[in-house]
Antibody
Framework: QVQLQQSGPGLVKPSQTLSLTCAISGDNVSSNSAAWNWIRQSPSRGLEWLGRTYHRSEWHSDYALSVKSRIRINPDTSKNQFSLQLNSVTPEDTAVYYC??????????????????????WGQGTMVTVSS | DIQMTQSPSSVSASVGERVTITCRASQGISTWLAWYQQKPGKAPKLLIYAASSLQSGVPSRFRGRGSGTDFTLTINSLQPEDFATYYCQQANRFPLTFGGGTKVEIK
């Protein structure tokens, strides 16, 4: 049973960097059968996928365009965890941040296989407030 | 981006009743759709993936249907623990996007 444990500060000053970590148990961050995601939730923006990192013979990252210039999601294989860094934060970045796992799942429709990205395990969430 | 629109935004129902929630995608997504349940102060929990496949451990009273742009989540015989907010998510095109949620409240 995979478990994700988040850690990081709940208060960040405007213009500074938001940093959160998600520790993995029951799986490996380097697994070729998983991707490791960050999602946030706020009353104004709802649930918003921010990005992911995953290993498929080499490391890859994908990011939402809305944060692409400010975000980094990095694996830490020595600690079996992954992290979120969001730079130059503003009060609009105030939200509950979640890490989440998408296992590698394929759907075959009409003879074509495509990957399905459903979040089947989530961290407990971290409320991050951006305020001076 | 694919926009996901849920309706209604809230619904009131009694224990034992059936509730149906609708989710519409702004473009066809075949059956690449997931449903989640979220309770206050908790992370969302995956209920259904691939539009109609029940996640392990989820009660069979939850049923997902649909393909293309129109999807439904039906909860048969509502139980007290089912009062929560439900979200759909398109699960194939990046950025992955969620619906705005449907809150199921006690009548």
């Amino acid at each position: 049973q995979v478990q994700l444990q988040q850690s990081g500060p709940g208060l960040v000053k405007p213009s500074q960097t938001l940093s959160l970590t998600c520790a993995i148990s029951g799986d490996n961050v380097s697994s070729n059968s998983a991707a490791w995601n960050w999602i946030r939730q706020s009353p104004s923006r709802g649930l918003e996928w921010l990005g992911r990192t995953y290993h498929r013979s080499e490391w890859h990252s994908d990011y939402a365009l809305s944060v692409k210039s400010r975000i980094r999601i990095n694996p830490d294989t020595s600690k079996n965890q992954f992290s979120l860094q969001l730079n130059s934060v503003t009060p609009e970045d105030t939200a509950v941040y979640y890490c989440a796992l998408t296992p590698r799942q394929w759907l075959v429709l009409g003879g074509v296989a495509e990957e399905l990205y459903a979040f089947n395990m989530w961290g407990q969430g971290t409320m991050v407030t951006v305020s001076s | 981006d694919i926009q996901m629109t849920q309706s209604p935004s809230s619904v009131s129902a009694s224990v034992g009743e059936r509730v149906t929630i609708t989710c519409r995608a702004s473009q066809g997504i075949s059956t690449w759709l997931a449903w989640y349940q979220q309770k206050p102060g908790k992370a969302p929990k995956l209920l259904i993936y691939a539009a109609s496949s029940l996640q392990s451990g989820v009660p069979s009273r939850f049923r997902g249907r649909g393909s293309g742009t129109d999807f439904t989540l039906t909860i048969n015989s509502l139980q007290p623990e089912d009062f929560a907010t439900y979200y759909c998510q398109q699960a194939n095109r990046f950025p992955l996007t969620f619906g705005g949620g449907t809150k199921v409240e006690i009548k």
